[in-house]
């Protein structure tokens, strides 16, 4: 409606390339665990840069790579919306993701990054991810 809070996302090319190449080794976090972790985990010496890239680019394919129709689109609108009513960053994952197969998340997320045509596409889009709906804090 025009008075949503919304980002425009723009592409971080180290991290894409990071995560690509995660995902085409194998060595990305599975995300049942990865979306567990807490800020240990996250942000653990040996992994921080792989964590960091492997969270933006799903943050990237949730708010840039879907249709605003998929139900990813508003797996992190849910997040903040739940985070900024309860202050409760378990509540807010829960709510987030209840209606969310992982596996199909998953498997949706690794293509994208797959598909170099697909993401240059999305990249040079002026697309903005709305975020919050009006009047939310």
Request: with cysteine; hydrophobic share 40%.
């Amino acid at each position: 409606d025009g008075d949503d809070i919304a980002v425009r996302v723009g592409e971080l090319e180290d991290r894409q390339n990071t995560a690509t190449e995660l995902v085409t080794n194998g060595t990305y976090a599975p995300l049942d665990r990865f979306l567990g972790y807490g800020t240990k985990e996250y942000t653990e010496k040996e992994r921080i840069h792989q964590n960091y890239a492997q969270g933006w680019s799903l943050a990237y394919f949730m708010l840039k790579g879907v249709p605003l129709e998929s139900p990813y689109a508003a797996i992190i609108p849910t997040y903040l919306r739940v985070l900024a009513e309860t202050r409760d960053c378990q509540r807010a994952r829960q709510a987030a993701f209840e209606e969310i197969d992982l596996e199909a998340l998953e498997r949706d997320w690794k293509a994208f990054l797959k598909n170099s045509a697909l993401r240059a596409r999305v990249a040079k889009s002026d697309r903005i991810a709305p975020i919050l709906p009006a009047g939310k804090p």
